[in-house]
Nanobody
């Protein structure tokens, strides 16, 4: 299993970024995929996730309306579109693959067993 994030960078407040996570080594559509982030001195937190079969999406309550998760099964890639970015969105963003699970709510980090290396997002004020 390999997960490779890209698309991070430096952006001004109010700007947008789209993160990508290219997945390989497994049947992409069979597993939920998630985006998490970790800011300096803070715990890792969920940003968004998309279920296996790509039927449902979930978001951290504080991020609804600004961030959008999507996927392209033909490219084995999951995306995170981030709009109206704020300085508090500054963090390392990680892509992860969930273990097989019956529950559709995929927002719990401990249910993920494969992680990418992360991509830095910095939002300047």
């Amino acid at each position: 299993v390999q997960l490779v994030e890209s698309g991070g960078g430096l952006v001004q407040a109010g700007g947008s970024l789209r993160l990508s996570c290219a997945a390989s080594g497994f049947t992409f559509d069979d597993f939920a995929m998630g985006w998490f982030r970790q800011a300096p001195g803070k715990e890792r937190e969920v940003v968004s996730c998309i279920t296996s079969g790509r039927t449902m999406t979930y978001y951290a309550d504080s991020l609804k309306g600004r961030f959008t998760i999507s996927s392209d099964n033909a490219k084995n890639t999951v995306y995170l579109q981030m709009n109206s970015l704020k300085p508090e969105d500054t963090a390392i963003y990680y892509c992860a693959r969930r273990i097989r699970y019956s529950s559709s709510d995929c927002r719990r980090a401990y249910e993920y067993n494969y992680w990418g290396q992360g991509t830095q997002v910095t939002v300047s004020s």
